[in-house]
């Protein structure tokens, strides 16, 4: 059974540095046992992303060995299809998920949601986890939002029956709080790219997310 508890998102990069970035985010996930490592750059061309994408496909294939880390693109399905990778992340501005799932049966396909009434129009058109967020405050996504107040984010989680992994200034700290408002997990950008240590990071996210998913509130 796929799991989604703990993703890593990468953060915007320049092509200079994709190369040693993207090996190093991949080296992360997989020492981690992240469930989920999201390609997710939207300033760069589609070539580019599919490139990205492949490099990225390569890296985890190699350093996968028991546990698998997912691979999925940010906002494109053709992309995600086209490069080998697990699935597609969507928003509300994108494609359908439905229409995802009917051409693209083998996709993994997340939704962002900021509501109730997206989050479960998600789950009827086949999404198979939801984003929700911001949680927190965030730099880390230029496009992120306001906050998400806490009791809505409550909602969603109790609303849907496929996980809702958190997003949005996530840190070590605010886990357990997610957990107990019914979070299946969460993802985070910079608290592992801009850490000096990723892999160590990642790893102590990794211990905090199974700990305290045992609080999570269930319906």
């Given at each position: 059974?796929?799991?989604?508890?703990?993703?890593i998102i990468t953060k915007d990069f320049t092509l200079e540095e994709s190369a040693e970035y993207l090996?190093?985010?991949?080296?992360?996930?997989a020492g981690s046992s992240a469930d989920v490592l999201q390609l997710r750059?939207?300033?760069?061309?589609?070539?580019?992303?599919?490139?990205?994408a492949v490099f990225l496909k390569k890296r985890l294939d190699n350093l996968n060995k028991g546990s698998k880390t997912l691979l999925i693109i940010n906002d494109r399905p053709d992309i995600a299809y086209i490069a080998g990778a697990d699935g597609v992340h969507l928003g509300q501005e994108d494609f359908p998920a439905d229409r995802i799932k009917k051409f693209f049966?083998?996709?993994?396909?997340g939704v962002s949601?900021?509501?109730?009434?997206?989050?479960?129009?998600?789950?009827?058109?086949?999404?198979?986890?939801?984003?929700a967020g911001p949680v927190y405050a965030t730099s880390s996504k230029k496009d992120a939002g306001d906050v998400m107040d806490k009791e809505i984010f409550k909602a969603v989680c109790s609303s849907v029956d496929i996980p809702v992994i958190a997003i949005g200034g996530i840190t070590e700290d605010n886990i357990e709080e997610l957990a107990l408002l019914g979070a299946s997990g969460a993802a985070v950008i910079g608290?592992?790219?801009?850490?000096?240590?990723?892999?160590?990071?990642?790893i102590n996210f990794r211990?905090?997310?199974?700990?305290?998913?045992?609080?999570?509130?269930?319906?």
């Open positions: 059974m796929k799991t989604f508890n703990f993703q090996s190093g985010i991949a080296d992360a996930a750059n939207k300033n760069i061309s589609s070539r580019n992303l599919y490139d990205c049966p083998n996709l993994i396909v949601a900021e509501n109730v009434k997206q989050a479960q129009t998600a789950q009827k058109d086949g999404a198979d986890y939801i984003g608290a592992v790219s801009n850490a000096d240590d990723p892999l160590s990071a990642a211990k905090h997310i199974d700990k305290f998913l045992k609080y999570r509130i269930r319906k």
